[in-house]
């Protein structure tokens, strides 16, 4: 079993930022993917950011490219998402999310089984 506890959401203007952290537990936390996704009102969930388990490779969605950094400090058993140049449509709850198994795409919410409670994002304009 893998607890993911979310922090670091909030009311921002358009223009700001905001850092996401995502504390795990597990022993083996750098063998998981971790992903961020979100959920806006009305909406599917949908992929924000990833990294992958061994090489570490990062993934992100066309919408996010160049203003959200996804980064995992492994010794601490955490995943960080730095959101730049927020934007009103990226209002939403932000979830964090982990696969021990590293079982599929990085980018699909149903290879993922582990999530976080959840975070609100709220981006004023």
């Known amino acids: 079993q893998v607890q993911l506890t979310e922090s670091g959401g909030g009311l921002v203007q358009a223009g700001g930022s905001l850092r996401l952290s995502c504390a795990a537990s597990g022993r083996t936390f750098s063998s998981y993917d971790m992903g961020w996704f979100r959920q806006a009102p009305g909406k599917e969930r949908e992929f924000v950011a990833a990294?992958?388990?061994?090489?570490?490779?990062?993934y992100y969605a066309d919408s996010v490219k160049g203003r959200f950094t996804i980064s995992r400090d492994n010794a601490k058993n955490t995943v960080h998402l730095q959101m730049n140049s927020l934007k009103p449509e990226d209002t939403a709850v932000y979830y964090c999310?982990?696969?021990?198994?590293?079982?599929?795409?990085?980018?699909?919410?149903?290879?993922?089984?582990?999530w976080g409670q959840g975070t609100q994002v709220t981006v004023s304009s």
């Open positions: 990294t992958s388990r061994i090489t570490y490779y990062r």
């Open positions: 999310a982990a696969d021990p198994r590293g079982s599929g795409s990085v980018t699909t919410p149903d290879d993922y089984d582990y």
